[in-house]
């Protein structure tokens, strides 16, 4: 049964859901027996989005009006008074499939298919797809559900093509905060002649993800032809994967795992390699940061969970190199998009002031790649890329890299600032990682740009009593005071001084 | 850091979630460093609730206004252009030990007191309720937890108080359409002198709950202060659980299970007891329908839940009497609320058109229940219910509650039907229950009172090609539309006959 109306407008950004406004007391409604919360299939030039039903009076949205939410509104391309027809969305038939996950059978290839395409298509709510996430956690994926997971997000999504040949990736597991090794190992491998088409997600639970930094140095939202273009003409990129519509179910599940603040490995490896495969990659190398404090915990986990990767890796023929790293402490001085772009510009200019510790890091996974890809021989990696960065041709690479993304700009400063002093003095013994990625958030971080923390002391420095520890940065004052009353509620465990 | 705004309230029914509208531009969104999807305290008056935020354009809601979804407009009992104070809510803690469950921890007393708690103040999105239903669902609650749920789900909301003495309860744990026996139990026992005060819930994956079905006869979304005045002077009543309060947290957690067609063993139990036990009761028999297509498929799992639910009813001191029953058909001839009312209507005002089947099941349960409560000698009970159905004095006893509840009324009529005829001769083989459910869902139940279907043949029956099978009832052409194309397309697999 359709109903025909006209698209409206009114607005409302709902949190990132496909909502469509109907007035309670239209015709439309009547015929279609619709009550909230009804799941309506809205049709509009060829586009298709399954919305949520919200009723609302006929003062706010005309009888012969269907008003949409900006998701949903984005969604179909919509126009203002353009046609839309709406009919009720029948049973989403891939939902047993979740339901059989959660009560503990394991999901085949077509299943798995089924569901992220109906993911895909905007037909799941946001309750059914918190279920997924959830169920995909509680119940472990194996290693064949993975896989099939992997290439479900692939097939639902575009995928590039290039030249034959090697063509690099890298990627961190993220959960340390500052680690922001990306840009300068594109820089470094772009400027050995390697290809690197780099696609980078946002923030899922921390202050800043690689697209959310990037994004103040230059565009990051490009189309998949803009990206293509940037990689033929410089060799690499650093863009956002949602943009470029590599994987898009992945950027629809990382939205609910941030709502949840669940991260399970199955989902976590899926992820990863379908952005990598969807983005054209054979060799890649993973940064693995483990510690108390960052998103792998222990040896044994980064094990199991690197193992499983190169499991799954081998079966789509991307060749992988996994180095598990130091996540005890953060990495660099700067948590939050546009502070930790200015590390990076530090290490990549080769300016005095440079964190040594990102810049031995950064080094250290080129190097790998170098080796992975065949650029160096086994050894050598490291040293042509410490040559390539100390020479300036790296910084080249890059600032060509940022104008052919559409032009570089200079990281936004914020507004308000407030440094926290050592209340005794001390050696620094330990970092939270959560905490101060909590204290980065609560600043206003990644939402802010310019939002977030800067670290004044190193693991290991000697402290003395009223000496600046971190410098809170934030927009707002409401933000500030939050962080500040954090930081101060958490100061021992934040930054562990041993006298 | 808190804003002042004043309520405003634009008549957006948010599918039951709580929504606070602010404008993008309005200097409280600067102040507080919003951004969607953040969550916000909301307070007016001594009432608070946690509303997701949505931003609006400042010709929806004025700068110095908040607007609030219907839900969280009835939560806070917000007046308009009443004074509303918001802040940022702060980190849910209570996330965390969702988030352990999720990962395989088993959850204490406190974590649940803690998560049900957080729940019933509104502070979780929807996304956050999934997250919980699922993991308890895939992460099977063992018998502490389930004990741990319920007594936190008393705790969390209203507790009825009564003389001392037997408090006298039934359940059905549902999944067979028609099953309609509450309100004649309640009748014959309350005419037989026992204190009942029945709560029922709505529909949460069926076509018509008890609550939904009795509103069509009476009032059912009585103060807590009513429904004790209507069991004070009747001995009984049917009223709806969510009206009074009792047990709050499961009504908002069947919302969710509704949407996800997800409903574990655990809540289930959790669900049942809590309701229970926060009502007073002290002897309740529990009807557990058993069948291929009905909740409980086997006889296994029937005596699995029904052992960890004794287990559990007892560590609170209630008496529980599991009567394992016939779940392979539907009972009585209508499935929707108003249809199943008309069975019951038939069955207590002993008319010969009466479904026998659903007056010799209450019959049945309504014996066991004055047995275990000590109101008849074992194996006297069944006599004792059926003299007092047949006396009519049932029947007074129910008139008597309907319009102690606020006034009896007759079950509304559908506007359109349609009757489904056989397409071959055969005998009546099987039904499948959940495609019935379905198909009356289809036609507008629960939603619509009138709407669902009325079955014209039972099992065993010989059918004539022709001969009329079951009449779909809606309230709109385009469900009637859509139930009959499900019916026409399952056919055979709704009601199977055998040559």
């Not at 007391?25 to 009547?30: G, H, K, L, T, Y």
């Not at 005794?424 to 980065?440: I, M, P």
């Amino acid at each position: 049964m359709d109903v025909e109306l006209r698209l409206r407008r009114p607005g409302i950004d709902a949190a990132g859901e496909a909502i469509v406004y109907l007035d309670r007391a239209s015709p439309a409604c009547r015929t279609l027996g619709l009550a909230a919360p009804d799941r309506l299939l809205v049709t509009h030039g060829g586009k298709a989005i399954t919305a949520r039903l919200n009723l609302v009076p006929g003062t706010l949205i005309g009888p012969d009006e269907a008003g949409l939410s900006e998701a949903a509104w984005n969604a179909i391309m919509a126009t203002e008074g353009g046609p839309v027809t709406i009919r009720k969305d029948e049973t989403i038939d891939s939902m047993s499939h979740v339901r059989a996950k959660v009560f503990g059978h394991r999901l085949d290839a077509a299943p798995m298919e089924a569901i992220l395409s109906d993911i895909v298509d905007g037909r799941y709510s946001d309750i059914q797809l918190a279920a997924f996430v959830t169920a995909c956690a509680a119940r472990p994926l194996g290693t064949d559900e993975i896989a099939a997971m992997t290439g479900a997000m692939v097939d639902t999504g575009a995928r590039m093509t290039w030249p034959p040949g090697v063509i690099a990736d890298k990627h961190c597991v993220g959960g340390l905060p500052g680690n922001r090794t990306t840009p300068i190992v594109v820089a470094i491998a772009a400027a050995c002649g390697l290809m690197i088409p780099k696609t980078s997600s946002r923030a899922i639970t921390s202050p800043a993800g690689t697209a959310d930094m990037m994004e103040t140095l230059a565009p990051v939202n490009l189309t998949l032809d803009h990206m293509r273009r940037v990689v033929e003409s410089e060799g690499g990129c650093i863009v956002w994967g949602g943009a470029v519509d590599l994987s898009p179910a992945d950027d629809i599940l990382i939205r609910i795992e941030r709502a949840l603040g669940v991260d399970s490995h199955g989902q976590l490896i899926a992820s990863v390699l379908s952005k990598k495969i969807a983005a054209g990659a054979t060799h890649l190398v993973i940064d693995l940061p483990v510690g108390p404090s960052a998103k792998i915990r222990s040896a044994g986990d980064a094990e199991t969970l690197s193992r499983t990767l190169l499991d799954v890796a081998r079966r789509f023929g991307v060749h992988v190199r996994v180095l598990k790293t130091n996540g005890a402490h953060p990495v660099g001085r700067g948590i939050g998009p546009a502070l930790e772009a200015r590390d990076v510009l530090q290490v990549l200019r080769n300016e005095a002031e440079a964190p040594d510790d990102l810049r031995a890091k950064a080094v250290t996974l080129a190097g790998a790649l170098l080796e992975l890809a065949g650029m160096a021989a086994e050894g050598g990696g490291e040293g042509l890329a410490e040559r390539t960065l100390a020479s300036g041709r790296a910084w080249k690479k890059f600032q060509a890299i940022c104008a052919a993304q559409g032009g570089m700009a200079e990281p936004p400063s914020a507004r308000h600032r407030q440094t926290v002093h050592a209340q005794t003095s001390g050696r620094v013994n330990a970092f939270d990682n959560r905490l101060l990625s909590r204290a980065a958030i609560l600043a206003g971080a990644p939402e802010e740009k310019a939002a977030g923390l800067d670290l004044h002391v190193r693991a290991g420095d000697m402290v003395e009593e009223g000496q600046p520890l971190l410098t809170l940065h934030s927009q707002s004052v409401g933000e500030l005071a939050q962080a500040l009353a954090f930081v101060q509620k958490n100061h021992e465990a934040i930054i562990t001084l041993r006298s």
